[in-house]
């Protein structure tokens, strides 16, 4: 995991895609092959496999292309544009004076790899604008980025942009049943993958309050944006998701 993200990873392992290795315990880029067949010594089917790592390795080796030195890099995370609209105007005019923007899907995996480069200190800023990894890791959900979430940056005092957006849900997986605690809450299935179930006002509280202890954990200069009127496209009036009586608490603890 000290490796940095652009440097090739290949593990051939016996419990390649295992739930015996979790995904907080790999660095976000790494590629895993099945060790089939080689436990007693190599034979057609473990050198092939061989084969393809020392492949795949070499030739992402080759394939690197080296950063602009010329543009800083600006890490963000947050949703698709369903749900985060703002995402469509926001991007293009930090390319127009002269950034880099990398923008990562804030369902685990993403959160994880921008600590990462967060913490070789690859940023110039970092936008946090979606905040549901941190919800999902307090209630348990397998969709968070690990407890080191919104950390690195801090530490380092890379300047922070922060937003709550989706500190209202928690995801799990389509297709596991949903929570026992949740089954009663609205639910919106985002795809075959991803769904996600609301939290009560107190239960934002405690989310606001967890992302405010991080944020105040900063080196360097951090701006937080508070909408009050609702914090992604479906928390707005007339759909399902909006709940002015949470949102309001939700607000009210963030000040």
């Not at 950034?99 to 946090?128: C, D, I, P, W």
């Not at 009560?200 to 202890?213: I, P, Q, S, Y």
């Not at 928390?235 to 603890?253: C, I, N, T």
């Amino acid at each position: 995991r000290a490796l940095p993200i652009g440097v090739p990873k290949y593990v051939v392992s016996t419990i390649a895609f295992s739930p015996l290795i979790a995904p907080d315990r790999l660095s976000a880029d790494i590629q895993m092959i099945l060790w089939a067949g080689g436990l007693y010594g190599l034979n057609d089917i473990c050198k092939a496999t061989l084969s393809q790592a020392a492949g795949a390795v070499y030739g992402a080796a080759l394939a690197v292309e080296p950063p602009d030195p010329d543009r800083p890099v600006i890490g963000m995370v947050s949703f698709g544009s369903s749900a985060l609209q703002y995402m469509i105007h926001l991007r293009q005019p930090l390319i127009d004076r002269g950034f880099s923007v990398a923008v990562f899907h804030g369902t685990g995996m993403g959160g994880m790899a921008l600590e990462s480069l967060a913490e070789q200190g690859y940023f110039a800023a970092v936008l946090e604008l979606a905040v549901a990894e941190i919800g999902n890791l307090m209630v348990g959900s397998v969709v968070n980025a690990g407890s080191n979430r919104m950390m690195a940056a801090a530490r380092r005092g890379t300047p922070i942009i922060a937003a709550p957006a989706f500190g209202d849900m928690i995801d799990f997986a389509t297709w596991q049943p949903v929570p026992e605690r949740f089954r009663d809450r609205p639910y919106h299935a985002h795809n075959r993958l991803l769904a996600s179930a609301s939290l009560t006002g107190e239960e934002r509280r405690e989310l606001a309050r967890e992302v405010a202890c991080r944020l105040k954990q900063s080196k360097g200069p951090v701006h937080f944006v508070l909408p009050t009127q609702g914090i992604h496209a479906w928390d707005v009036e007339g759909m399902p998701a909006h709940d002015p009586e949470a949102l309001a608490e939700m607000v009210d603890e963030y000040k």
